[in-house]
């Protein structure tokens, strides 16, 4: 048997080398894609996050091991129309994001546009995304925010607040909402951004006269405008380059 034969829904073993010793995983694939030199196959492994999905090669898989999907019959159900799109948020998309000095690598997918890198240059202060340097620094000619858009509503000892509204300040929430989806498992978070308010938390050098600071997003909550609940917030996400340094409690 040879790779060629492996399909998207195959349960697979695949060995790795952790600290000097072969472990060996449970895995499915997920996707395939032909590369110049040989196929790669996304996987999954069972019982893990989806964040360390990842692509490997053949000579990863033990081929004396597959097992195939079970055929499914085939009927006009409005179900088996969404399989492909749903396979496709299984996949990663985005690698890395470089936001500021960081460079960030991503845990999911995105619905970033498909023209995006593999990499991708965020603006740290509106959240536009683009495919180069130099696309940034052009933008920065332009770009005269220093801040989230919205309401101050807390500032002390370097840290801020900012609270936005889905709808009224709709193309940053639209970016958070991009860029937190490449690091939280969330499947409606990017599409649902008018029904919620956003509260953005930054940091900012106290030092620095008003009108030169400079507010870097840290993190963010969202909770829903109305909520039958009481209970209502939605999202919570400190980046990962700031996490473990306390920021998370602030947020809580």
């Known amino acids: ?83 492909a799109a749903e396979d496709i948020y299984r996949v990663k998309n985005i690698d890395t994001i470089e936001i500021g000095e960081y460079s960030v690598d991503s845990w999911y997918f995105s619905p970033y546009p498909k023209k995006m890198n593999k990499t991708i240059i965020i603006c740290e202060y509106c959240l536009y995304y683009f ?47 991009l860029l937190s989806k490449l690091f939280l498992d969330h499947k409606t978070l990017f599409y649902d951004i008018d029904v919620f308010l956003f509260y953005v938390m930054c940091i900012y050098n106290p030092s620095d006269p008003e009108e030169a600071r400079e507010y870097k997003i840290v993190g963010y909550f969202s909770k829903e405008k109305e909520s039958q609940h009481g209970y209502n917030i939605a999202c919570l996400l400190v980046l990962p380059h700031y996490q473990r340094k306390g920021y998370g409690k602030i947020l809580n």
């Open 1 to 83: 048997m040879d790779g060629s034969e492996l399909i998207v829904g195959c349960k697979v073993s695949v060995s790795s080398m952790q600290n000097g010793v072969v472990v060996t995983k449970q895995a499915e694939i997920v996707a395939i894609r032909n590369t110049e030199e040989t196929p790669e196959y996304y996987l999954h492994y069972n019982g893990f996050n989806k964040r360390l999905d990842q692509w490997v090669t053949q000579d990863r898989i033990d081929m004396s091991s597959v097992e195939f999907p079970k055929k499914k019959k085939q009927k006009e159900d409005p179900k088996n129309k969404n399989i």
């Open 131 to 177: 495919n180069t340097k130099e696309e940034l620094a052009s933008h920065f000619a332009t770009c005269v925010h220093k801040r989230p858009p919205g309401k101050q509503i807390y500032r002390k000892a370097g840290i801020s607040f900012f609270e936005l509204d889905g709808i009224v300040h709709s193309n940053y929430c639209r970016n958070l909402s």
